[in-house]
């Protein structure tokens, strides 16, 4: 079992950065790989960022591309989502997520968070 508790979300000026963390506990970290989702409102979940379990390989979703960055500590059980540029559009609820296989497969996650909301103001 893991537990995934998501934090740094907020109210930002477009323009701006955020950066976001989940703490994993319960279970040993590093064998899972780790994604961040989001949900805006009226709108299914959506893929925004997935790395292996030893952080060696990352993949983004198109519209986060050269903004968003997904980083790890293993060492502290962390997964961190650098957001710059933030635009209104990546307004959502973030979502972290672990999987124990494949992080190409990181949608069919086998735990996640509760999420942190990010509102980016135009």
């Known amino acids: 079992q893991v537990q995934l508790v998501e934090s740094g979300g907020g109210l930002v000026q477009a323009g701006g950065s955020l950066r976001l963390s989940c703490v994993a506990s319960?279970?040993?970290?590093?064998?899972?790989?780790m994604g961040w989702f989001r949900q805006a409102p009226g709108k299914e979940r959506e893929f925004v960022a997935a790395?292996?379990?030893?952080?060696?390989?990352?993949r983004y979703a198109d519209p986060v591309k050269g903004r968003f960055t997904i980083s790890r500590d293993n060492a502290k059980n962390t997964v961190y989502l650098q957001m710059n540029s933030l635009k209104p559009e990546d307004t959502a609820v973030y979502y972290c997520?672990?999987?124990?296989?494949?992080?190409?497969?990181?949608?069919?996650?086998?735990?996640w968070g509760q999420g942190t909301q990010v509102t980016v103001s135009s």
């Open positions: 319960g279970s040993t970290f590093s064998k899972y790989a």
């Open positions: 790395i292996i379990w030893s952080g060696g390989s990352t």
């Open positions: 997520a672990a999987h124990s296989g494949s992080y190409h497969r990181i949608d069919d996650a086998d735990y």
